[in-house]
């Protein structure tokens, strides 16, 4: 591994004892939170912590997300970046949270980038004004970025190379199912959406795709059901993949279930 220099920011120097444990692996996936919106089975809401050999970055950070961070003992230090897929609360009403923890409780003072859809910057300090008025003003002590993403189109993200296929999900902004490039591989995730032919680009040849499957066979608007995603396994062309978002009639009937399934706290190393 690459040493920093001597005198280097001490945060820096924090977040890099946090990776160590994983450092022997080369990209390590931890579901901090695999659950829906409404806590269905007691799950956290989306938030999914990858380690590569450099960074840290969340997939996701619903508003639950610092709580399940804290549960599993990943310190907020240690993440370098924050992928949203789209604007909903359950997997981006964490952020208020995470700012305010890093400018008032962790002390941060390394950077911070958020990356998601066009209108992700206003949407950020829009809940950040209306959960702690007059908190998006004030001075931090660390750089905070916003990177929007456009469509289709490869973008780098410090060692990420990221990629936005719109998908079909009502949340006021461009939905997206993510492919994220690192350490030689592919990830891609579907954010919340139902079928669309979009998850076959996200997925194809990915080493891992992480599935929304809301529902076990019941079809309704922009949500998938467990049945198709079966149905399309073979299409999608990825190497493994595992089902989260679930609710409680699906949960009820994971026995059944023939595809891998998030839990929280579940890792997976590629």
């Known amino acids: 591994m690459n040493r920093r220099p001597r005198g280097q920011n001490p945060q820096r120097r924090q977040r890099k004892e ?111 004004e209306i959960f702690f008025p007059g908190s998006s003003s004030i001075q931090k002590k660390f750089a905070l970025e916003f990177i929007e993403i456009p469509e289709r189109q490869m973008t780098t993200i410090g060692n990420l190379r990221v990629t936005g296929f719109p998908v079909v999900h009502a949340s ?12 030689g591989k592919v990830l891609a995730y579907s954010g919340d959406t139902e079928w669309t032919d979009a998850l076959l680009e996200a997925a194809n040849g990915a080493d891992l795709f992480i599935c929304e499957a809301n529902y076990f066979e019941k079809k309704i608007k922009f949500h998938l059901d467990y049945q198709t995603v079966l149905e399309q396994r073979a299409a999608l062309g990825c190497r493994r993949l595992v089902i989260t978002h679930m609710n409680a009639e699906l949960l009820a009937r994971l026995p059944e279930i023939e595809i891998e399934y998030a839990e929280d706290g579940k890792q997976i190393v590629l």
């Open 18 to 128: 946090c990776v160590a444990v994983y450092s022997m692996n080369p990209l390590t996936i931890h579901f901090l939170g695999s659950g829906d919106a409404f806590g269905s089975g007691g799950r956290f809401q989306t938030c999914i912590c990858v380690t590569t050999f450099r960074e840290r970055f969340l997939l996701d950070c619903g508003a639950s997300s610092l709580i399940a961070m804290r549960r599993d003992r990943i310190d907020p230090l240690s993440i370098d970046t924050i992928l949203l897929t789209h604007l909903h609360g359950d997997h981006f009403g964490g952020l208020p949270f995470f700012i305010l923890d890093a400018q008032l409780i962790s002390k941060r003072s390394a950077p911070l980038t958020i990356a998601g859809p066009i209108g992700t910057q206003a949407r950020v300090i829009n809940a950040l």
């Open 172 to 183: 006021g902004a461009t939905p997206y199912a993510l492919r994220v490039e690192c350490e």
